[in-house]
């Protein structure tokens, strides 16, 4: 079992910056992939960002060039840098884990809000 929690989000001005956090633990030893997804009421839930156990990063198009998704092994937590926010990006912000071993796992979301 894995347990992932968010934090970090908040209200923010347009143009403004954020950065999430999605700590994670548990049986965390055979990680895949970790990413944040978005979904905003009444739409399908959408990839934001991924980064592989090698360090591979993917971005939805939307973002590329304003967020940035790194992880730090040692504290099993992966974060999400927003910044040059638009209202837009107004959504719950979802953590996500694929383990080899564990299987697939979400965390509670965490509601970003971007006021123009």
């Known amino acids: 079992q894995v347990q992932l929690v968010e934090s970090g989000g908040g209200l923010v001005q347009a143009g403004g910056s954020l950065r999430l956090s999605c700590a994670a633990s548990?049986?965390?030893?055979?990680?895949?992939?970790i990413g944040w997804y978005r979904q905003v009421p009444g739409k399908q839930r959408e990839l934001v960002a991924t980064?592989?156990?090698?360090?591979?990063?993917n971005y939805a198009d939307s973002v590329k060039g304003r967020f940035t998704i790194s992880r730090d092994n040692a504290k099993n937590t992966v974060y999400l840098q927003m910044n040059s926010l638009k209202p837009e990006d107004t959504a719950v912000y979802y953590c996500?884990?694929?383990?080899?071993?564990?299987?697939?796992?979400w965390g509670q979301g965490t509601q970003v809000t971007v006021s123009s």
């Open positions: 996500h884990a694929d383990y080899v071993f564990s299987g697939r796992y």
């Open positions: 548990g049986s965390t030893f055979s990680l895949r992939v």
């Open positions: 980064i592989s156990s090698g360090g591979s990063t």
